[in-house]
T-cell receptor, first 116, second 112 residues
Framework: KAGVTQTPRYLIKTRGQQVTLSCSPI?????VSWYQQTPGQGLQFLFE???????NKGNFPGRFSGRQFSNSRSEMNVSTLELGDSALYLC???????????????FGNGTRLTVT | QQPVQSPQAVILREGEDAVINCSSS?????VHWYRQKHGEAPVFLMI?????EQKGHDKISASFNEKKQQSSLYLTASQLSYSGTYFC?????????????FGQGTTLQVKP
């Protein structure tokens, strides 16, 4: 069974630009959640999509948005990039909605975004 | 509210034991534990539900003390392969229970 696939692996953008990251979940998984990882901050929750609907959103500005397609693939968009957006962005898929007992997260390898 | 993990970092020799704690100021329903090796994706270890259930996975076990809202991860007779950053993820008992909020991570280094 193929794991969670994130593309691209690396991105370099300049301030003010926008970027779109992609996440393909494990086959059959309908929940996709996104996280920002920076040194010392751990994994900061961005949002979760389940069956094409956003279920929850973290405390990030509106520049961060996402969507999920009917095949459960998800995209995350960041507009008007700032230097502080440089981070590793991880997505995770699970069979059931986030937080459901005994439904672990399966993470992708992430997209490393550098904003210059 | 992000759970607090302690210690932030620990260095061990092979065969030594370690305990990583995850504390929350909010009442919790469940705690997840994940391990992330350098340059890799976090990998699921175990989920603990409220009720003080203890689980084990090889020589790694964990407990959940709902009175203290704290979970502890126990690594026994550590191996080199245990090196990595350990994250706890918590789900609240009330309020917005649909989120999994992660701690800042504990870096574990096992030396030969």
């Amino acid at each position: 069974k193929a794991g969670v696939t994130q593309t691209p692996r690396y991105l370099i953008k300049t301030r003010g630009q926008q970027v779109t990251l992609s996440c393909s979940p494990i086959s059959g998984h309908r929940s996709v959640s996104w996280y920002q990882q920076t040194p010392g901050q751990g994994l900061q929750f961005l949002f979760e999509y389940f069956s094409e609907t956003q279920r929850n959103k973290g405390n990030f500005p509106g520049r961060f948005s996402g969507r999920q397609f009917s095949n459960s693939r998800s995209e995350m968009n960041v507009s008007t990039l700032e230097l502080g957006d440089s981070a590793l962005y991880l997505c995770a898929s699970s069979l059931l909605p986030l937080g459901t007992d005994n439904s672990p997260l399966h993470f992708g390898n992430g997209t490393r975004l550098t904003v210059t | 509210q992000q759970p607090v993990q302690s210690p932030q970092a620990v260095i061990l020799r092979e065969g030594e034991d370690a305990v990583i704690n995850c504390s929350s100021s909010k009442a919790l329903y469940s705690v997840h534990w994940y391990r992330q090796k350098h340059g890799e994706a976090p990998v699921f270890l175990m989920i603990l539900l409220k009720g003080g259930e203890q689980k084990g996975h090889d020589k790694i076990s964990a407990s959940f003390n709902e009175k203290k809202q704290q979970s502890s991860l126990y690594l026994t007779a550590s191996q080199l392969s245990y090196s990595g950053t350990y994250f706890c993820g918590t789900r609240r008992l009330s309020g917005n229970t649909g989120k999994l909020i992660f701690g800042q991570g504990t870096t574990l280094q096992v030396k030969p």
